[in-house]
């Protein structure tokens, strides 16, 4: 991977999938808390839900020309292939998809048909144990690195558990963590991890040593507010979910800020199928002001978010595709936009 020269690169939007799931199954997402695209193209929506619905929550599988193909996983248990609050997920060479559950504290296994294959972490502070797994990210040698939220460090482990080394600790200084969520991994195994509670981007080498830190508090260009999600493209380019900002936004190969996503969302095919099946709801959403003029004192990027229909509402997770298009999974609003690097 090549980061000696940036150049301008621009996001086209391209589409929404999505719509609000009513009930426990079927077409639809609930709380959508991560994506992962699969080697032929197919996309992986982890519905993490409310508590008052948690049998809702599991893997949708669906394509970019929004056929839903399927699901796979149950809330509301602990036994295999069940889940409580999941969290995020990713794929490693053999196509397995690992799952991290923050309530149960632990990572799920499964094939590309659903199927369980495996579970692995127990919790505690002690090595290899885990306090509330969030971001998860395996690298091109299959290793595994999870954000070990409630102990404040990120662990690194083999593809069936087995505990390899750690770093980090409860602080703001280089290496430190308060609360890490999101993690990713670029083509030379460096680590990213979005630093929540610090709003900022960490990057380490494989082994956890410190190499660079990114951004600060704020809503400027290149600061942050609740970073959730990262990933890093094969030029370097840095995507962070801005969860606390309601946006995305992207930086150079160094750090440096390169361009803000506020969302460009459209109906989704889902949504345009179900408003010609009841029109009378397609007339009131015709007669609804969807990017209405706020008052001065919610001027704040989550009141204007939820009330902005096209813009990002809790943009919790960005992930990238072998084709360079980039996924916004939007837990608000039940959907995902997805845009173009160009």
């Known amino acids: 991977m090549s980061t000696s020269a940036t150049r301008a690169i621009t996001l086209e939007y391209v589409k929404t999938i999505g719509i609000v799931n009513n009930g426990t199954n079927g077409r639809g997402f609930a709380?959508?808390?991560?994506?992962?695209?699969?080697?032929?193209?197919r996309i992986f929506v982890l519905n993490r839900c409310d508590p008052a619905r948690f049998t809702a929550i599991r893997v949708g599988v669906c394509n970019l020309d929004e056929d839903y193909l399927g699901e796979f996983g149950k809330g509301g248990g602990t036994g295999d292939g069940q889940f409580i609050w999941p969290v995020a997920m990713d794929f490693d060479s053999q196509e397995r998809l690992?799952?991290?559950?923050?309530?149960?504290?632990?990572?799920?296994?499964?094939?590309?048909?659903?199927?369980?294959?495996?579970?692995w972490g127990d919790f505690g502070s002690g090595d290899g144990q885990l306090d509330g797994p969030a971001g998860i990210a395996i690298d091109p040698a299959d290793s595994v690195y999870v954000a070990d939220q409630h102990n404040n460090r990120i662990q690194k482990?083999?593809?069936?558990?087995?505990?390899?080394?750690?770093?980090?600790?409860?602080?703001?200084?280089?290496?430190?963590?308060?609360?890490?969520?999101?993690?990713?991994v670029d083509a030379d195994s460096n680590v990213y991890v979005a630093d929540w509670g610090n709003d900022r981007i960490q990057k380490f080498d494989s082994q956890g040593k410190f190499i660079a830190s990114y951004g600060e508090p704020g809503q400027g260009e290149g600061q942050f507010h609740r970073p959730a999600g990262v990933a890093v493209d094969p030029e370097g380019y840095i995507y962070v979910a801005d969860w606390g900002n309601e946006r995305v936004q992207v930086l150079a190969p160094d750090g440096s800020f390169q361009l803000i996503l506020r969302g460009q969302a459209t109906l989704s095919k889902w949504a345009e199928e179900y408003f010609l099946s009841n029109p009378e709801e397609k007339k009131e959403r015709d007669l609804s002001n969807l990017t209405p003029p706020l008052p001065d004192h919610l001027q704040t990027p989550y009141h204007v978010s939820s009330q902005t229909e096209p813009y990002f509402w809790g943009p919790v997770s960005v992930t990238l595709d072998r084709e360079g298009r980039l996924y916004v999974a939007e837990t608000n609003r039940h959907r995902f936009q997805v845009y173009q690097k160009r």
């Open 31 to 41: 709380n959508p808390y991560d994506t992962a695209i699969s080697k032929d193209g």
């Open 157 to 184: 482990f083999d593809t069936n558990g087995g505990y390899l080394l750690q770093w980090g600790r409860e602080g703001d200084g280089d290496g430190q963590f308060n609360l890490p969520w999101g993690v990713a």
């Open 98 to 119: 690992y799952i991290t559950d923050e309530r149960t504290h632990r990572i799920t296994v499964f094939d590309t048909d659903g199927n369980f294959i495996d579970k």
